[in-house]
C-alpha cells in the first residue's frame, strides 16, 4: 500500500525508480534513451558508432615539422674557455697551432688545401655576402683565408651517406680580425642554406665574466646556451693518442714557467684570458637535422678542449715568434700542404685569384 505498481515493459532500473512512494515519484521520469545507453539498459537503443573516412586515393599525408625545430633554426651554443695565456700571446698561438694542426693531418689524400691567404678590409662594409658561403663578411680589417678540408674519413657516416666520394671536402672561410673571428664551414654539395657551421670567437683578458662578449641581439640571447670549457676535464690517460707532456696538470713551461694546473687554477694563475666561441650549428634536412647537429657541437666542444689544450702546452714552440714568422710559416706550410694532397691523389683546386671576401684565421683555435 502505497507504493505504485512497475509499468509494464520498464527495465529494472525504471523499476526501481517506480517502487519508491508515490510523494517521490511525481519528480521522476522514465529514463530517456541517452540515459539508459549510459546505463546499459537492455533493449535501449544503440547509437550507431561512424566509420572512419577512407582516405582519398593518392592523397599523400602532409608531414609538419615539430614546432620547436622549424627550418632556418640553429643550435646556439657559446663556449667559454679559459686559458693561463696573455691575449697578444694567444693571437700567435693560434696561428701556431693551425699550422701545426694542418701538417698533422694531411696525408693519404686527407688534409688541408689552402686557397686564399691574404688581407682584407670591409670596414665600410662593401664586400657584402661572401659568394663562396653566403656568409656576411664582418665589417673589420684583417687576415682572410679559404681552405679545403678533404677529410672523408672524418665526416660523421650520417653525412657521409649522402654525399658522394667527391663531395668529401668541406669548404672553410675564415676572418681574422683579432680578438674577433669569424669562421665559416659548408659543404660546396649540400645547400649552403641549408647546411652551414658558423663559429664567431671574442677574445678577452677576463675569466669567462662577460655576459655578451659577441654583442649578441636580444633574440639570439634568448636562444644561446653558455658551456664552460676546462682544458684539464675530461683527460683520459688511457687513450691511444694521450701524450703527458700534453697535458696541462703536469706540463710546466721552461719559457714562461707556468703550468701543472690544478683544479680551480683559474682563481689563482697569472694571466688568465678567455675564448668566447659561439657555435651556430644547422643542418635543416628532415629526420637528420637533430642528430647532426647534435653530432656538430659534439665535435666542436671535444676539438676546442683539445685545440686549446695544445695552444698552451707547446707554448715552448711557439712563445717569442712574431707575426712576420707566422706569416712566413704560413706561406711555406701552404705550399707544402698542396703538395702533399696532390700527390697523395687528392683533387686540389687553383688557387683563386681576385676572389671576394676578407679575413683569415683559426677555426678551431
Known sequence: CGRAQPAEGHSTLSRARTEQPLRRTRFTRPPSSRRSRRAGVAGAPQRRRRRPARASVGRRRRWLPSPHRLPGTMVLIEFRVPLPLECDEFQVAQLYMVIEASKQNTG????????????????????????????EVPRNKGQYTLKNYHIASKIPGIVAAMLPTDAMILVEEAWNAYPHCKTVLTNGYLD???????IETMHAPDKGIQDNALSLSADRLKKRKVEYLDIIDDIDEEAEDYKREEDPRYFKSTKTGRGELKKGWKDTATPVMTCYKLVDAEFAYWGLQGKVEKTITDSQRTLFRKTLRQAFTLIDSWHGLTMTDIRRMEAESKAELNKTLAETGAKVETPIEGAEGGGGGAGAA
Open 108 to 135: 693519404d689524400g686527407e688534409g688541408v688545401e689552402w686557397i686564399k691567404n691574404e688581407p682584407y678590409d670591409n670596414t665600410d662594409g662593401h664586400m657584402g655576402v661572401s659568394a663562396v658561403t653566403n656568409t
Open 192 to 198: 649552403n642554406k641549408k647546411f652551414k657551421i658558423i
